[in-house]
C-alpha cells in the first residue's frame, strides 16, 4: 500500500511553484504556510478578544441602575405618601383606599378610616 505522505507526485495538480510561476527556495513555503497560520491565529484572538468587550460592556450598561441623575446626585424614585384626613397616619399611595370627592382624590388607610370620612359628609 502506498502511503500519500511520501509521494513524490504533487497533491490534487499542486507543483512546488508559488504563483508567479518561480520555484521556492528550500524551506521558503514551510515560512509561508508558518506565517499565515500565525496570522490566521491572531485573527482568532482579535476576534474573540473583541467579542468578550462587546459581551462585557453589554452586561455592564444592563447592570447599572436605571435612575436618573441629576447634578451627580442618584435620584431614587419614591413612593408617594399621602395623609389620611381622619385619623392623620400617612400611607402609601398606592396601598391606601381611595374616594373621589368634588375636591379631589382622599386617600385612606382603611376601610374604616373612609367610612367615618362618609359619615361625617353625610352629617354636615
Do not use: H, W
Not at 34 to 45: E, H, Q, Y
Not at 87 to 112: H, L, M, N
Amino acid at each position: 500500500m502506498a502511503c500519500l505522505f511520501n509521494s513524490t507526485q504533487p497533491l490534487y495538480g499542486l507543483s512546488n511553484k508559488n504563483l508567479l510561476g518561480f520555484q521556492p527556495k528550500a524551506g521558503q513555503t514551510q515560512l509561508q504556510v508558518a506565517m499565515i497560520l500565525r496570522l490566521i491565529l491572531f485573527l482568532i484572538f482579535v476576534y474573540f478578544g473583541i467579542k468578550t468587550v462587546i459581551t462585557i460592556v453589554r452586561y455592564v450598561k444592563n447592570v447599572r441602575p436605571k435612575e436618573s441623575q441629576v447634578c451627580g446626585v442618584r435620584q431614587v424614585p419614591l413612593n408617594e405618601m399621602v395623609q389620611d384626613p381622619v385619623c392623620g397616619t400617612f400611607i402609601v399611595k398606592d396601598e391606601a383606599v381611595s374616594y373621589r370627592t368634588r375636591e379631589g382624590v382622599k386617600y385612606f388607610c382603611s376601610e374604616e378610616c373612609k367610612n367615618k370620612f362618609l359619615d361625617k359628609q353625610t352629617r354636615d
